[in-house]
């Protein structure tokens, strides 16, 4: 079983940028991929990007690619979200999940543990 808490939220003007923190608690957080999801406004959450246990293997969702950067820190339980050049249309309550699954790129719908997310607001 695994927790998650995020945090670095908060508002933003177009171009700039935000780092999330997903922190984790539980023993077995390197046995976990992660992921951050995000969800706007009177749409489905969707994927951004994913990273393995070990860290070794990285995807991203296209809309993201090459502004955004995931990493995570095993021996402190962390994980992050650099979001560099923010759009409005990034605008969104961001949640990290943690699970098992193999699959290159999750899917809400896919079983994981969620954190509760934190609200990312670009202003245009």
């Known amino acids: 079983q695994v927790q998650l808490v995020e945090s670095g939220g908060g508002l933003v003007q177009a171009g700039g940028s935000l780092r999330l923190s997903c922190a984790a608690s539980?023993?077995?957080?390197?046995?976990?991929?992660m992921a951050w999801f995000r969800q706007a406004p009177g749409k489905e959450r969707e994927f951004v990007a994913r990273?393995?246990?070990?860290?070794?293997?990285?995807y991203y969702a296209d809309s993201v690619k090459g502004r955004f950067t995931i990493s995570r820190d095993n021996a402190k339980k962390m994980m992050y979200l650099q979001m560099n050049r923010l759009k409005p249309e990034d605008t969104a309550v961001y949640y990290c999940?943690?699970?098992?699954?193999?699959?290159?790129?999750?899917?809400?719908?896919?079983?994981?543990?969620w954190g509760q997310g934190t609200q990312v607001t670009v202003s245009s």
């Open positions: 539980g023993r077995t957080f390197s046995s976990y991929g």
């Open positions: 999940a943690a699970g098992l699954s193999g699959r290159a790129y999750w899917r809400a719908s896919d079983p994981m543990h």
């Open positions: 990273i393995s246990g070990n860290g070794g293997s990285i």
